[in-house]
């Protein structure tokens, strides 16, 4: 498949840091693909999020070298306009993007900037809030609404965008536990139902293993592991970055060290324990 997301040995120093952001990082993120993105903090996530969405360089001057294309197409060189089509952002937090009286108002706010017909706005609206489960919100103030109702707005103003690509931003990390894992079974079915393709920042990886694709770890600004979860987290070197290894991953390694459970994928707690329940019967 088709890459959607290309990063050619991308460099960036921001005007007042002695050293790189980011450095001569490469990644190819083919569409479909859901990408998790972790490594300790300050090492470069954000920074390398925001060159994916434009905002660097075009909102944050600095040293920038190599190449960013989404698309096909480069974000150097494309306006912020075009890529807040191309490139849906969710904000770590919802207030941030939230900003008008009503839910569907705030939903719409992106298609009337860009200046779409009404009846248009109309339609995609209501498919966001559909996809989302939130038509009942429609009418009320966001400002009202709980932390995990306010991401789904916000979520779904970035749906109403129909971007290919969206990239999160630590989405979770207000959400209680099952706030967080709704929000998880909603990235699953967007990918599934629409083929979107994610990149999402996340510490808590425990929510997300079974469902990415592919785990990419950061440190200093570089890419220090890439592969499956499970090649990263049976690797044994993610922890050395600061990368949390879900505690369930690392009973199911010590268990298949002893040979009493698989290990060629990564087993929910409840997959783990029937797999323990069947190798003692
Ligand atoms: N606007 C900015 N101006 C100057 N330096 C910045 C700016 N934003 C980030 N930095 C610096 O760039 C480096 C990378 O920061 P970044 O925010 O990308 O890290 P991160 O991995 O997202 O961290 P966290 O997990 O804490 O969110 C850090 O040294 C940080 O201090
Ligand atoms: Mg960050």
């Known amino acids: 498949m088709a890459n959607i997301l290309e990063i050619e040995g991308l460099s960036f120093r921001y ?46 001057s600095g040293e ?17 306009t ?81 971007p290919r690509l969206v990239i999160l931003d630590e989405p979770t990390s207000l959400l209680d536990p099952k706030t967080a894992a709704e929000l998880v ?3 699953a079915k967007l990918r599934l139902d629409l083929g979107m393709t994610f990149l999402v920042v996340e ?3 425990d929510l997300l293993v079974k469902l990415a694709d592919r785990l990419v770890v950061m440190n200093e600004g570089k890419k220090v592991l890439e592969g499956t979860p499970r090649e990263v987290l049976f690797g044994g070197e993610a922890e050395a970055y600061g990368v949390s290894v879900p505690a369930v991953t690392k009973v199911q390694k010590l268990l298949a060290s002893d040979g009493l459970v698989r290990e060629d994928e990564l087993l929910s707690a409840q997959e783990l324990a029937a797999a323990v329940r069947s190798a003692e019967a």
Request: glycine share 12%.
């Open 64 to 80: 920038y070298s190599g190449d960013v294309r989404v698309g096909g197409a480069s974000v150097k060189s494309s306006t912020m």
């Open 185 to 187: 079974g909603i990235v």
């Open 15 to 60: 005007p007042d840091s002695t050293r790189k952001a980011v450095v001569d990082f490469h990644l190819a993120v083919p569409e479909g693909e859901i990408v998790v993105l972790a490594g300790p903090s300050g090492c470069g996530k954000s920074t390398l999020l925001r060159a994916v969405n434009g905002l660097i360089p075009h909102m944050y």
């Open 203 to 205: 510490h808590r990886l």
């Open 82 to 162: 075009d890529l807040a089509q191309r490139v849906g952002f969710l904000f770590q937090n919802p207030e941030n993007q939230i900003f008008m009286f009503t839910v569907e108002r705030d939903i719409a706010f992106g298609l009337e900037n860009l200046g779409v017909p009404r009846p248009e706005i109309r339609s995609r609206v209501d498919e966001a809030m559909g996809l989302l489960g939130i038509g009942e919100l429609a009418l009320r103030a966001p400002y009202e609404l709980s932390d995990g109702q306010k991401q789904r707005v916000a979520l779904a103003g970035v749906l109403a965008m129909r």
